[in-house]
């Protein structure tokens, strides 16, 4: 695989989305259910896992997923998916929960996982190469 294309696609499908947390997504406890986190997760991992393969993919796994502090009601968290890892037909995107404060600087990671995805045929689901013959040479 041409290394050099490798690069420049993590570079260009780094995907970045900022959520308030509002309270209709915490518990009782006032902070992020860890379930609505998962989700924002995932749906990163795929845009990003989708800008970097344009192909079809689909979530295959997670690994293990760091709750490094509570995110609570009326923060802003900036969610950043990065690819980490391809492989012939599937790739890892790391993500990461960022917290931060509206009316100061700084952010401090709450949260980071690892999602794995594969790439499928549309029609056949089965799994499909991330890149082309032509693609991976050139």
Not at 24 to 50: P, R, S
Not at 122 to 134: G, H, L
Request: zero cysteines; a negative charge; hydrophobic letters at 40%.
């Amino acid at each position: 695989m041409n290394k050099l294309l490798i690069q420049k696609r993590e570079e260009l499908s780094e995907t970045r989305v900022a959520k308030m947390v509002f309270p209709g997504t915490t518990n009782h406890y006032d902070t992020l259910f860890g379930g609505i986190a998962l989700q924002w997760m995932d749906e990163v991992a795929y845009i990003a896992a989708t800008r970097f393969s344009r192909k079809t993919v689909v979530t295959i796994s997670t690994e293990q997923i760091d709750f490094k502090q509570p995110i609570p009601a009326g923060i802003l968290v900036e969610l950043v998916a990065r690819v980490i890892h391809v492989g012939r037909t599937s790739l890892k995107v790391e993500v990461s929960i960022y917290l931060e404060q509206l009316h100061s600087d700084g952010q401090e990671k709450a949260i980071t996982g690892h999602f794995n995805f594969v790439a499928v045929d549309e029609e056949s689901r089965k799994p499909v190469p991330i890149f082309d013959e032509d693609t991976a040479t050139n």
